[in-house]
């Protein structure tokens, strides 16, 4: 049980990548901070959990109220006395021409995706800082990486994790906080189909099928794998490919993405 008692806060924990890194992490003995909007979704994401009891608390939160997140914090920290690995997992999608998206759009991608990354990490860190301990995992995309056509405010939204997490590593690094960001290509979940539209409205549907799309499932457990590692970063999914291609051939993975209709 290689996280036997470690203290891991999961957001975005009620389906996806977050639920099944819930699973995973339970699996290998963690105590439990579920969050998400969704609270019946994070109950029964608990009660499929290993051993479901006191060890699993469940804590309600919203990404875009920027202002109630210092709380939560304060919570999480109290239920189990400290937060050993806070996974910033919750965020939202976005599918729509630039043009044709509105400009509130772009702001609840920011707000959601990056700012209450953020306002959460800030809250947690002082007390990692104080224990000198802590590990800070970041799920971005590879789309954080690349910005691909129909993803402006999504791909805007995950490039600025990395130049804020970066950053905050080179940081905090003597005081032994680890950071691991990580970046999937497609995964099988519904973050696509709830993607919000030019007009702030989800979508409700894929654009094309992703036949080469990992499970969440395993990318939890490539993430989890990460995250016993220390990496920094991580690539997970085919699509991971296309960030060492664009290191040496930027060009080309332009011209490519260009001649991409649906992605």
Request: charged share 20%.
């Amino acid at each position: 049980m290689k996280f036997k008692d470690k203290v891991v806060w999961v957001t975005g924990a009620s389906s996806g990548i977050g639920e099944m890194l819930a699973y995973s992490f339970r699996r290998e003995g963690a105590k439990l901070i579920l969050s998400s909007r969704h609270g019946e979704a994070l109950e029964r994401v608990r009660q499929n959990c290993q051993h479901a009891n006191s060890d699993i608390v469940v804590l309600p939160l919203d990404l875009a109220d920027l202002g109630s997140l210092p709380q939560k914090a304060e919570q999480a920290l109290a239920a189990f006395g400290r937060i050993d690995i806070l996974v910033n997992n919750g965020g939202i999608g976005q599918y729509a021409r630039a043009v044709e998206t509105s400009f509130s759009v772009d702001e609840t991608l920011m707000r959601i995706n990056y700012l209450g990354q953020v306002a959460l990490t800030k809250a947690v860190l002082p007390a990692m800082l104080k224990r000198k301990a802590g590990h800070i995992v970041v799920v971005s995309s590879v789309t954080g990486k690349i910005g691909a056509p129909m993803r402006s405010a999504y791909a805007a939204s995950k490039h600025a994790l990395h130049g804020f997490f970066d950053s905050l590593r080179a940081e905090i690094w003597r005081e032994q906080i680890k950071i691991t960001i990580v970046c999937p290509g497609y995964v099988r979940t519904n973050l696509r189909v709830n993607a919000l539209g030019g007009d702030g409205t989800p979508r409700g549907k894929l654009a094309v099928a992703y036949t080469d799309a990992v499970s969440a499932e395993a990318c939890a457990a490539e993430i989890v794998k990460a995250v016993l590692k220390q990496k920094e970063e991580v690539y997970i999914g085919r699509q991971r490919f296309a960030v060492y291609a664009d290191r040496l051939f930027p060009g080309l993975v332009s011209q490519a993405l260009r001649r991409i209709q649906n992605i």
